[in-house]
Structure formats: structure tokens, C-alpha cells
């Protein structure tokens, strides 16, 4: 099979919140403190 043609698919829609550049600090944060 050619990459990505394994049954694997392009996008995967997860729950959680958006990490950006913006406010990755905190959500690492907030990740050590098992808040999220």
C-alpha cells in the first residue's frame, strides 16, 4: 500500500482544547496538575 492508504485516516477529531503557541505554557501546565 502507498503511505497513508493503511486504514489510517488523514484528520482525527479528538476531545480536548486547541494547544497553540498562545497558550501552550499553560495547558502543559494545567496537564502536570492532572487538570485536563
Not at 5 to 21: A, F, L, N, S
Amino acid at each position: 500500500e502507498k503511505p497513508g492508504e493503511g486504514g489510517i485516516p488523514k484528520h482525527v477529531i479528538t476531545d480536548g482544547p486547541v494547544v497553540t503557541k498562545a497558550n501552550a505554557h499553560g495547558m502543559a501546565w494545567m496537564q502536570k496538575h492532572f487538570l485536563i
